[in-house]
């Protein structure tokens, strides 16, 4: 898995690796800036006009090396820097000073105003390379900058890309001015403000470039333990079949979901994680509206049980369910159940009596408040959105995704659950590590998409009893699932939770096969 590091720690790292590998710091400069160049080259038309916004630190370092390079495969370019030249220090002085001698393929020039930049802007097809500022910039920035930024973002026919970081990008849930790529050349390792919220939306695709340091030993000083979960980590642990397998060894779901109004929500679920590999699956809905769900559920078994005057699940039906439990290898909870109290009170029973794999979402994450904490033998997996597990810390979402690094590791080692936080993108954490998903869009927003999500989660749990993996694999798949029905990036707006469900063989076999595209 990739390393991910914030902002803050990048420059100490890199200096450990300076100082351990022995390997001087131009030359660290050098190879990201020569890799940067070549993945710009595959992506733009050699035609493009070219123009490198630059500043005065190290990011601007790697911009003179990609100009260098750009003009070494006979592509010009200009150099605006918006800081005077003798303000160069190090590292960056140096390559400015070797760049000086291209005066044929580059053009430099030391422009503060936007009226005196945008001449040099004017292009049918305009590629501009952001190298103003690094992770190490801290949030204050002047005026002029912030206007020549917004001058920038307002630029309608243009190919963005930023190095290491968008310029003025210093925190993923900012409101201030930066500087909006279509690309983000991260240097080694990907930076945690732009996976998030802002910093995801202004830094475009993200992708890493070598600087001539493994990845293996990043991960080493991957103090934080922050990864980005990558397919073929997910090809590496999908459960298979065994040729002796028979449907009760294959993993044997219960669901209890749905109530009145909401058994579409059982339905997802429940097929979801049939649909996901499991030999059987149970779902145990409110005895009035088994009728419903029995004539839409062909494969799924339904269990009729008592039930409340709502229409909702009863304490009464606990016995029933104890027999089902036991039957179960994963017992998935929430989907719909609603927040009666009785029902609440219900699910609350359920989890403090039976230490077996649980899969816990919606309406049952509001019961878990309620639970006592204790040692369990099988994890809980908790599937949160951010509103959900706001309601769960007792604080606003808004202080949730200020912090929410350092909320949900805590919150995952107190109460010794794997926790889901679903977003865009969702993250997976036990307590110890930190795992950002890579896959999934927009698709995913949309109704339902929760309880596909619970129900394939489920499924894997049931087949390897190990609930972190399983919660990786799950919300890769997901994810996976809107990718495969987004292929063409032409419409993501128009599917269902449904579509989702009829994806899962598709996106399974081809994480598995990555070759075999049917």
């Keep these: 898995m990739k390393s991910v590091f914030f902002n803050s720690e990048v420059l100490s790292v ?142 309608k026919r243009k190919t963005v890309f930023a190095v290491d970081t968008p310029s003025g990008l210093f925190k993923y849930n900012q409101t201030e001015e930066c500087i909006k790529a279509g690309y983000t050349i991260s240097m080694g390792v990907k930076k945690f403000h732009s996976q998030f919220f802002t910093g995801r939306e202004v830094s475009g695709e993200n992708v890493n470039v070598d600087i001539g340091v493994s990845e293996k030993f990043f991960g080493v000083l991957n103090d934080r333990k922050i990864f980005k979960i990558e397919e073929k980590d997910v090809t590496a642990i999908i459960p298979s079949r065994s040729i002796n397998s028979y449907k009760y060894s294959s993993g044997k779901v219960f669901a209890l979901a749905g109530s009145k109004g909401l058994t579409g929500a059982a339905y997802l679920c429940s097929q979801s994680a049939l649909v996901s590999g499991s030999g059987a699956v149970i779902l145990g809905i409110p005895d009035s509206l088994n009728v419903i769900l029995a004539k839409k559920l062909t494969e799924v078994m339904t269990a009729a049980l008592p039930e409340t005057d709502e229409h909702t699940l009863g304490l009464s039906a606990y016995d029933k369910i104890k027999e089902k439990i036991k039957w179960s290898d994963c017992l998935l909870l929430g989907p719909g159940v609603s927040k009666n109290s009785e029902t609440l009170e219900l699910i609350t029973k359920i989890i403090s009596e039976n230490d077996v794999p649980i899969v816990l979402d919606a309406d049952g994450l509001t019961a878990f408040k309620n639970v006592k904490i204790k040692k369990r033998k099988n994890k809980i997996i908790l599937t949160p959105h951010l509103g959900e597990f706001a309601n769960l810390m007792n604080i606003t979402t808004d202080e949730v995704k200020a912090d929410f690094y350092n909320l949900t590791m805590k919150y995952a080692k107190e109460k010794n659950v794997v926790l889901i936080l679903k977003g865009s993108p969702s993250i997976i954490t036990n307590g110890e590590y930190f795992y950002i998903n890579s896959s999934g869009n927009s698709i995913l927003s949309t109704a339902g998409s929760g309880d596909v999500l619970s129900g394939i989660v489920a499924s894997l749990y049931s087949r390897t009893h190990d609930a972190l993996n399983s919660a990786i694999e799950g919300v890769y798949i997901h994810g996976k699932c809107a990718d495969l029905l987004n292929i063409n990036q032409r419409n993501n707006f128009t599917y269902k939770a449904t579509d989702l469900i009829n994806k899962i063989p598709h996106a399974v076999n081809t994480i598995l096969n990555p070759l075999n595209k049917v």
């Design 14 to 155: 890199e200096k450990k690796i300076i100082d351990k590998l022995s390997i001087p710091s131009i030359i660290l400069m050098e190879n990201a800036g020569r890799n940067a160049a070549e993945f710009i080259v595959s992506k733009i038309n050699t035609n493009s006009k070219v123009v490198i916004i630059a500043g005065k630190g190290n990011n601007t370092g790697d911009g003179f090396v990609i100009a260098r390079h750009l003009a070494n495969r006979k592509i010009k370019s200009t150099v605006i820097l918006l800081y005077p030249q003798v303000e160069l220090k190090g590292d960056a002085l140096a390559n400015y000073t070797v760049l000086k001698s291209y005066k044929e393929s580059v053009s430099t020039f030391y422009l503060k105003t936007w009226k005196e930049i945008e001449n040099h802007l004017k292009s049918k097809s305009l590629v501009l390379i952001d190298a103003v500022f690094g992770i190490g910039f801290k949030g204050e920035l002047e005026l002029r900058l912030q206007s020549i930024f917004k001058e920038i973002n307002e630029i």
